[in-house]
Nanobody, 125 residues
Framework: QVHLLESGGGSAQAGGSLRLSCAAS????????MAWFRQAPGKEREFVAA???????AYADSVKGRFTISRDNAKNTLYLQMNSLKPEDTAVYYC???????????????????WGQGTQVTVSS
């Protein structure tokens, strides 16, 4: 059974930082694409960042230059470093993983097969 468990969410002031972690178990994702999405109340799930099996990355324009996605394959863990936080970053953040090997990552939620339960990030002004 595959599980993705997000952690590191919480509250921060505008301009502050948080680091999210996503620990995967039940399957290695070292050779699969992974991503972060977020969803605010009443809104569609939104792409945040993705990382390929080989370590390449892509970001939504709204977070480019502020967020950094990374992975530690030895720990089967995905990270999202969030700097210069803005109130509009407030959302539930979800970790996602593609079960297919050698995947490049994608901006579309339908690409991903496994999802975490989400971790709340709240940014106040």
């Amino acid at each position: 059974q595959v599980h993705l468990l997000e952690s590191g969410g919480g509250s921060a002031q505008a301009g502050g930082s948080l680091r999210l972690s996503c620990a995967a178990s039940g399957r290695t994702f070292a050779r699969s694409g992974m991503a972060w999405f977020r969803q605010a109340p009443g809104k569609e799930r939104e792409f945040v960042a993705a990382i390929t099996w080989s370590g390449g990355s892509a970001y939504a324009d709204s977070v480019k230059g502020r967020f950094t996605i990374s992975r530690d394959n030895a720990k089967n863990t995905l990270y999202l470093q969030m700097n210069s936080l803005k109130p509009e970053d407030t959302a539930v953040y979800y970790c996602a993983a593609d079960r297919d090997l050698y995947s490049s990552g994608d901006t579309l939620p339908l690409t991903y097969d496994y999802w975490g339960q989400g971790t709340q990030v709240t940014v106040s002004s």
